[in-house]
């Protein structure tokens, strides 16, 4: 009885050696986000820093940057991120009901910390984008 009880798990351990294959499903395709980017580095720009632009599927934009140099310590509510075309204002990058004090800090070397924040608008698609147009860093009296 012991040899039979023995062939028999033999039997069904080879049988049973590779289970069927199933694959797993496939994530499904989301739209992919648009990127755009803004390098300040090269004369005559005051500043020295980055701006990325990350269009989301909800025609949302994240704005995340930072400066090396170029603004002045304790004027954050002063200065103006604007958006031009070749003859007029598309768009002020001020979130809605902010100021640039709740958005990023200068530091006394004139650098930035790292900010990032959100915008209701598409802005590397659209009427409003910056691909192809002018982003101008302002406060009163001078651009950047």
Known sequence: DSTLLLDEFI???YKDKRPPH??????????RSKRAYVKFNDPPDVTNGTMVFWETPSNKTIIVGQFSSGFSEGDEKKYTFKVYNETSELIDL???DETFDKLFKIRSDGATDAFLFVL?????TGNHSVVGNYLVIGRPGSLL
């Open 22 to 31: 199933i694959p797993s499903p496939r994530p499904p395709r989301l739209p």
């Open 120 to 124: 209701d608008t598409p802005l590397v």
């Open 94 to 96: 001020k979130p809605k």
């Open 11 to 13: 039997s069904v351990s």
